[in-house]
């Protein structure tokens, strides 16, 4: 069982939290975890890499010169792959990087991420977020006092705010998301990670629901 404090937005203790991360995950899968975080980077990999080949590449297809009598080595096309100027000889090619894992393997991933994370205690809770209008230099206040500065962070939220996102979308490491969105890369990237107890209620009854 672990014992979370909750703190409020000028980083005073307001509260404890009880959680048992085996009620998250059971157990912490390394392989499926290694999985999916390296699924999820090659899905961001844009693919458009290219090269020309021989065939692609501007040049007479004249052959050079004679085949023989030269004392050279015979040549043909000035387009050839070993040659200045000519096409690669294995060209890269545009290609679709993706792939997906099943849903329940990325789910469980998501899980024991966010579990090890709190076995780790490398979660830290707020009692929430009350923008009335996008304020950064408040957020920024928040974090420091929660001694949070100049830490890669992920704040989640129970549900999307346009407040809390504004105030955090200049800040530079820090990335915010509703839990409906949390997945094992963006849980296990950063250094820290920052929840609203709103916001773990809402990941504790959605694994729940799912067992």
């Known amino acids: ?3 979370l404090s909750v703190f409020d937005k000028s980083g005073a203790k307001v509260d404890t939290y009880e959680i048992d991360p085996a009620e998250l995950a059971p157990r912490v899968n390394k392989q499926l975890l290694h999985d999916a975080v390296v699924m999820y980077q090659s899905n961001l990999r844009q693919g458009s890499a290219k090269n020309k080949n021989r065939a692609e590449v501007s040049g007479t297809t004249a052959k050079m010169y004679r085949q023989k009598g030269t004392g050279n080595a015979r040549a043909g096309s000035r387009r050839s792959g070993v040659r200045r100027g000519g096409g690669r000889i ?3 090619r545009p290609r679709d990087w993706s792939y997906r894992l099943p849903k329940k393997a990325v789910r469980l991933a998501t899980r024991m991420a966010v579990a090890s994370r709190i076995a780790d205690d490398e979660v830290k809770l707020i009692d929430g977020f009350s923008f009335e209008s996008p304020r950064t230099k408040d957020m920024v206040a928040i974090l420091g006092s929660l001694g949070l500065a100049g830490q890669t962070l992920l704040v989640a939220i129970d549900e999307y705010d346009v ?9 530079a490491g820090v990335q915010v998301q509703p839990v409906s969105d949390l997945n094992a890369l963006s849980v296990l990237s950063p250094r820290q990670l920052l929840m609203t107890t709103a916001a773990l209620e809402v990941f504790r009854k959605g694994v729940r629901q799912s067992s």
Request: hydrophobic residues 45%.
């Open 90 to 92: 294995f060209a890269k």
């Open 163 to 171: 407040n809390v996102y504004k105030s955090i979308r200049n800040l």
């Open 1 to 3: 069982m672990a014992s």
